[in-house]
């Protein structure tokens, strides 16, 4: 499954082995399967949420 992170940023929820999240910085880090990690600027926590929810949601 794709998910949106920010607008016009997408990775795909498979790929995705870690969330590292930084509430008082906002920000954004995901661990890929690759080895690769992706840095995101400015989060809100109910973005994280709603990604969390969309990811656990298409797992179940």
């Not at 973005?47 to 298409?58: K, L, Q, S, T």
């Amino acid at each position: 499954m794709i998910v949106e992170i920010t607008d016009g940023a997408y990775a795909r929820s498979d790929e995705i082995i870690r969330m590292d999240y930084n509430e008082k910085k906002k920000i954004l880090v995901l661990f890929m399967r690759d080895a690769e990690h992706s840095v995101y600027y400015d989060i809100t926590p109910d973005r994280v949420r709603a990604i969390v929810a969309e990811i656990n949601a298409w797992e179940a």
